[in-house]
């Protein structure tokens, strides 16, 4: 058990529909990240945030958003949803240092579009 | 742009043998070189990291080897047991202020065989 925890573990919805998923960090973490993972795109970071503010941005759709609320957990929230939008969703979490290179990740959340 | 691939998309070894999980990455400036496990059904786990001034960390039963000459990327596993058997992905960071982001490998699957 990494101490992150995502919920819900998975979400089944339809196309055009808004869906939000969450994140509890480590206790003590002021780091999350969020990946998306499918079979063709692997691993795919999405965006960071750190204490509050977004820090980082990877590939993250103009549809998908994300926010880490005061008391640090975050939430990503995708809308518009497509059929390609199905795949795992993590997120991870870490400490503060920049040169600290290990995140824990989450259960995921298992998206399915239909 | 950068990208860190992995050379075979699976590898299977016989119990107590040693394993050797190649990856190849492109970006030159990156600051460090991270290898991660996913088991199934899990989110990915850090398994050890490596500085880019380094050419060799060794860690629990596992080494990692960066020839930069050739940018290419390796992680050893002595040993392997059956718990080993998981997906691994290589992933490399630069640093910059607080941007902790980490771009992934495709994955290699290892199964180890009884």
């Known amino acids: 058990d990494s101490g992150v925890t995502q919920t819900p573990k998975h979400l089944i919805t339809a196309t055009g529909q808004r869906v939000t998923l969450r994140c509890s960090p480590r206790s003590g973490d002021l780091s999350v990240y969020w990946y998306q993972q499918s079979l063709d795109q692997g691993l795919q970071f999405l965006i960071q945030y750190y204490n509050g503010e977004e820090r980082a941005k990877g590939n993250i759709l103009e549809r998908f958003s994300a926010q880490q609320f005061p008391d640090l957990h975050s939430e990503l929230n995708l809308s518009s949803l497509e059929l390609g939008d199905s795949a795992l969703y993590f997120c991870?979490?870490?400490?503060?240092?920049?040169?600290?290179?290990?995140?824990?990740f989450g259960p995921g959340t298992r998206l399915t579009v239909l | 742009g950068e990208s860190v691939g992995l050379h075979l998309p699976t590898l299977s070894v016989q119990e107590g043998d040693n394993s050797i999980i190649n990856c190849a990455y492109s970006n030159s400036a990156s600051d460090y070189f991270i290898w991660y496990k996913q088991e199934s059904g899990k989110g990915p786990q850090f398994i050890i990291d490596i500085r880019s001034n380094m050419d060799k960390r060794q860690g629990q039963r596992v080494t990692v080897l960066l020839n930069k000459t050739v940018k290419h990327l390796s992680l050893q596993i002595a040993a392997t047991q059956p718990g080993d058997s998981a997906v691994y992905f290589c992933?490399?960071?630069?640093?910059?202020?607080?941007?902790?982001?980490?771009?992934f490998g495709k994955g290699i699957t290892l199964s180890v065989r009884p």
């Open positions: 991870a979490s870490s400490e503060a240092g920049v040169s600290y290179n290990e995140q824990f």
């Open positions: 992933a490399e960071k630069r640093c910059g202020g607080a941007n902790s982001k980490l771009t």
